[in-house]
């Protein structure tokens, strides 16, 4: 039987075997996959030099700046997009390797191979991992502030450095994103709970600088609330609020794609999680890693709570600061279980989440494309197009990934309006008469007899309608369909005029 120190060193070689073969995953979907609109954001935000990326970050992106001027510092070396998306590879593959360190530092049995393999593969840091955002960072920092935390303010013989570590962590962090500060003050308030007076006076004193350090910020953060609070409808109360980032989080936990027809891992899940509740209730064994579960929901509650305040909405990707806490939550309750049913339920739930992580990534990446398929949108229309046939795209951000790959004779014509990379109003992408279609393509010289067309199947986001039905008339009425092509996420139709 290995001792508890040589089962360490095994999770810690299996991690480096899970992002051998995540890598195996990321890096060839790093260079396949074309970019999304989000990803064509980023590229136009960082490509010309760190002090455009620190502007760009803060009045278009209404969002903290670090991780941008990381980026365009990286991009500063190889301009493409592959190379780009590199950067959120490496984040995800270092969040792996930081897990079993965390581990470590918070259960006393190694019992938790399984975890990192279910993290390694998981279908939402896989998806981080290859976009061009600051999501696969996000994730990456709230790990390491957990292993910061328990080496400053937890561990019995603290280093003099580890105050430093954390701090410094921190306050990148929240100049990453802001929902960082949420988990900052779940730690605090676990501290509180354990009554340990002088960790929390050396907290208080910590998170006193981290403030200060983050002052610079403070002014900017009600434009940036309001410009994303006036877009998108708000939750109506605090339950609306903690339902949605629930099912969010659920949706990270575990990962099924129902169009995988993966119903039956689901319906395993569900009653796995019954019977791990009934044993859990009959066990008297201690839970281990219980401050990671405080933290977790205490972090969770002031999420839901603060974006309800602050009425704005919860999307995707927002709460991804939450993603290893909520991760190693689940594996810490089947501490619970006493020996040897705890192992095959660690087991248990590892393999079915793999199991999930499997269909759904296969489902996610089988058309090697992001939604809207851009880099094979553009080279049809190279094929197919000829001079004198503008390039309609609605709605109208679909224009700046299309743009990026597309190199051919004709004008690309956003509707209603393009993207100015000033200031990011959503609304102003609402296509609300047919008169606008006529009025942006009056703003390209020539007659056009045939026009192309290019859509995205997104018709809503949140609360916005984008005008789908508006544009569908404005064509019957206007033009004859020539011919279509449906892509993953987009469709592209030759029209001739009536």
């Known amino acids: 039987m290995l001792t508890p120190e040589r089962e360490w060193r095994r999770i810690a070689a299996w991690s480096y075997v899970a992002v051998a073969a995540q890598l195996l995953l990321t890096v060839p979907l790093a260079f396949a996959l074309n970019i999304g609109k989000d990803d064509a954001y980023t590229l136009a935000s960082t490509g010309q030099g760190a002090a455009y990326a620190l502007h760009q970050a803060i009045f278009f992106e209404q969002n903290a700046p670090l991780y941008f001027v990381v980026m365009s510092l990286w991009r500063a070396i190889d301009g493409s997009a592959p190379f780009a998306r590199l950067f959120s590879v490496l984040c995800a593959a270092a969040t792996v390797l930081a897990l079993p360190a965390l581990l470590r530092r918070y259960f006393a049995s190694a019992r938790h191979g399984w975890l990192v393999a279910a993290a390694a593969f998981n279908p939402f840091l896989i998806w981080a991992a290859l976009d061009i955002r600051l999501y696969a960072l996000v994730i990456?920092?709230?790990?390491?502030?957990?292993?910061?935390?328990?080496?400053?303010?937890?561990?019995?013989?603290?280093?003099?450095?580890?105050?430093?570590?954390?701090?410094?962590?921190?306050?990148?962090?929240?100049?990453?994103?802001?929902?960082?500060?949420?988990?900052?003050?779940?730690?605090?308030?676990?501290?509180?709970?354990?009554?340990?007076?002088?960790?929390?006076?050396?907290?208080?004193?910590?998170?006193?600088?981290?403030?200060?350090?983050?002052?610079?910020?403070?002014?900017?953060?009600?434009?940036?609330?309001?410009?994303?609070?006036?877009?998108?409808?708000?939750?109506?109360?605090?339950?609306?609020?903690?339902?949605?980032?629930?099912?969010?989080?659920?949706?990270?936990?575990?990962?099924?794609?129902?169009?995988?027809?993966?119903?039956?891992?689901?319906?395993?899940?569900?009653?796995?999680?019954?019977?791990?509740?009934?044993?859990?209730?009959?066990?008297?064994?201690?839970?281990?890693?219980?401050?990671?579960?405080?933290?977790?929901?205490?972090?969770?509650?002031?999420?839901?709570?603060?974006?309800?305040?602050?009425?704005?909405?919860?999307?995707?990707?927002?709460?991804?600061?939450?993603?290893?806490?909520?991760?190693?939550?689940?594996?810490?309750?089947?501490?619970?279980?006493?020996?040897?049913?705890?192992?095959?339920?660690?087991?248990?739930?590892?393999?079915?989440?793999?199991?999930?992580?499997?269909?759904?990534?296969?489902?996610?990446?089988?058309?090697?494309?992001?939604?809207?398929?851009?880099?094979?949108?553009?080279?049809?229309?190279?094929?197919?197009?000829v001079q004198g046939q503008p390039i309609v795209v609605f709605e109208a951000e679909y224009a700046v990934p299309l743009a990026y790959y597309y190199r051919g004779p004709n004008p690309v014509v956003p509707v209603p309006v393009a993207v100015n990379f000033r200031t990011y109003d959503v609304a102003s992408y609402v296509l609300r008469d047919g008169d606008q279609v006529s009025r942006a393509l009056e703003r390209v010289p020539g007659t056009h007899r045939t026009i192309w067309l290019v859509a995205g199947d997104r018709c809503r986001a949140q609360n916005i309608e984008y005008g789908c039905d508006v544009l569908e008339r404005y064509v019957r009425e206007h033009y004859r369909v020539l011919s279509t092509r449906a892509f993953y996420g987009s469709t592209v139709r030759l029209l001739a005029a009536r």
Do not use: C
């Not at 709230?142 to 561990?155: C, E, N, V, Y």
């Not at 609306?240 to 980032?245: D, G």
């Not at 281990?288 to 909405?313: N, P």
């Open 140 to 385: 990456l920092l709230s790990t390491l502030l957990l292993i910061t935390f328990h080496d400053a303010f937890l561990a019995e013989r603290r280093a003099p450095q580890a105050l430093a570590a954390f701090a410094g962590t921190a306050i990148a962090g929240m100049y990453t994103q802001y929902y960082i500060g949420f988990l900052l003050a779940a730690m605090g308030l676990a501290l509180a709970r354990r009554r340990r007076r002088a960790a929390l006076r050396e907290y208080a004193l910590m998170a006193a600088g981290v403030a200060l350090a983050f002052a610079p910020m403070l002014p900017l953060l009600p434009g940036q609330l309001a410009s994303f609070r006036g877009a998108f409808a708000a939750p109506g109360s605090p339950l609306a609020s903690a339902q949605t980032l629930a099912s969010i989080l659920l949706g990270y936990l575990f990962p099924v794609d129902a169009s995988t027809g993966a119903g039956w891992i689901l319906l395993a899940l569900l009653v796995g999680a019954v019977a791990l509740g009934y044993l859990v209730l009959k066990s008297r064994s201690p839970l281990e890693g219980g401050v990671i579960v405080e933290v977790f929901v205490l972090s969770a509650a002031v999420f839901a709570l603060v974006v309800y305040l602050a009425q704005e909405r919860i999307l995707y990707r927002h709460p991804a600061l939450l993603f290893v806490p909520a991760l190693v939550s689940v594996f810490a309750l089947v501490t619970l279980l006493r020996e040897p049913l705890r192992g095959r339920v660690t087991a248990a739930l590892g393999v079915v989440l793999l199991m999930a992580s499997a269909t759904t990534l296969v489902g996610t990446y089988r058309p090697l494309a992001k939604t809207g398929d851009w880099a094979r949108v553009a080279r049809y229309l190279r094929s197919q197009a």
